[in-house]
């Protein structure tokens, strides 16, 4: 597991980095809006709105789970998404640690935390939680979609 974890950082740091030296943006402007789009999205899980949810995801974006189930399908991330969210008492939040935006302008990261609670089989409440990375990518229009959603759940 922590292989997979190296692995993705060193990928973001990759992307980070392999941008032309030429700023196409304010880097400030774009840092507090990839928190904001991070942000939002937390805040559409409170929502349970699985259609919204999915519009953060980039068309051709990778999802890897906290089972290290590696998904490019879309339908296949949505359904999943609608089984969570029809979890009696489910609550899915993530908060933003760290955020950065690649020189170019157009890529960008963001790290933090994530937390989930929902009602088991027998009322109980079940609870996990752990750390994610999510990489961005700046479209045609401006706006931000995911493009690699990773997280882990720590044990």
Request: charged fraction near 25%.
């Amino acid at each position: 597991m922590k292989s997979s974890i190296y692995v993705l950082l060193s990928f973001a740091v990759l992307i980070i980095f392999s941008c032309s030296s030429t700023p196409k943006g304010n880097y400030d402007a774009e840092l507090k809006a990839l928190r904001q789009i991070d942000n939002d999205w937390s805040m559409v899980c409170a929502t349970k709105d699985a259609d919204r949810y999915m519009a953060f995801y980039d068309k051709d974006a990778t999802v890897i789970d906290f089972n290290g189930q590696v998904t490019k399908d879309m339908d296949v991330v949505k359904k999943s998404v609608k089984e969570e969210f029809a979890l009696p008492g489910i609550s899915i939040s993530f908060h933003n640690e760290n955020a950065s935006v690649a020189e170019c302008g157009d890529i960008g990261y963001t790290t933090g935390t994530w937390d989930m609670q929902w009602n088991g089989d027998k009322g109980e409440q079940m609870k996990a939680h752990g750390p994610y990375l999510v990489i961005w990518k700046k479209q045609i229009d401006g706006t931000w979609k995911a493009i690699v959603d990773s997280y882990w759940k720590v044990q």
